[in-house]
């Protein structure tokens, strides 16, 4: 089949605590070149993520038992042995929400986010242009820095063909500093980027993560990565290297 791409159907999961909602969208969704699967909670949609990891998902915020956003930070964290892509996109949908729900899912990792009830050719449009986005991206996953290769898509590090054994917050840390090399990424804003904290916290995770980091890179033979700038965070360069 021939899907909403011109490609082979894309497929799409749909989380939605209304079960006549779900009916539909999967009946319409097939129709205009997707193929759907369906769930009703958080917990089934993780069922299907590791049974028939989709493209992309559609995914209600405010679901009973866990909600819409602590399942997009399940499958933004991505462990090593989940079969979904943590990086898939997602697209978020509520009833009347407010603006800093907004702003709290996209700052969790969604990649858009729509407004029930749906105008259904918008949803349509909305899932497209994500799933472009999303291709477009997979075709510059790989960012090389030195003899340090980091596959976004894989989620995996590699110093000199070297794979580096990573967490999967290391890994995200690496992933979120390899962006922009010599660029040094504010503590607040790897709060926010890597561990999705909204405001202002007293922590040492991101020193401790990035102490474990720099030792593992140069275990591998990585040589100099991850300075520390102090009172400000970190780059994945030094200015002299």
């Known amino acids: 089949m021939t899907g909403v791409l011109g490609e082979m159907a894309p497929t799409v999961l749909v989380v939605d605590s209304d079960r006549e909602v779900l009916k539909d969208l999967q ?36 679901l009973p038992a866990m909600s819409g956003l602590e399942l997009l930070g399940t499958v933004r964290e991505g462990r090593v042995e989940d079969a979904w892509d943590a990086g898939m996109p997602v697209v978020l949908s509520a009833a009347a929400p407010t603006p800093h729900a907004i702003v709290r899912g996209i700052q969790r990792g969604a990649d858009d986010y729509v407004i029930k009830p749906v105008h259904y050719p918008e949803l349509v449009a909305r899932l497209g242009a994500a799933l472009r986005r999303a291709r477009g991206a997979a075709i510059c996953s790989t960012l090389r820095v030195g003899p340090l290769e980091v596959d976004r898509n894989a989620r995996c590090a590699a110093v000199d063909g070297r794979r580096v054994p990573l967490s999967a917050k290391e890994f995200a840390l690496l992933a979120a500093l390899a962006k922009d090399p010599r660029r040094v990424m504010t503590k607040h804003e790897l709060l926010r980027d890597v561990w999705g904290y909204i405001g202002a916290a007293r922590t040492r995770t991101v020193d401790s993560h990035a102490s474990r980091l720099r030792r593992k890179l140069a275990a591998s033979g990585g040589g100099r990565f991850v300075d520390n700038v102090w009172g400000v965070g970190y780059r994945l360069l030094p200015d002299d290297a």
């Open 27 to 62: 009946r319409n969704l097939r129709h205009d070149g997707f193929e759907p699967l369906v769930a009703a909670t958080g917990e089934e949609a993780l069922r299907v993520l590791r049974e028939a990891p989709p493209d992309i998902a559609l995914v209600e915020q405010e």
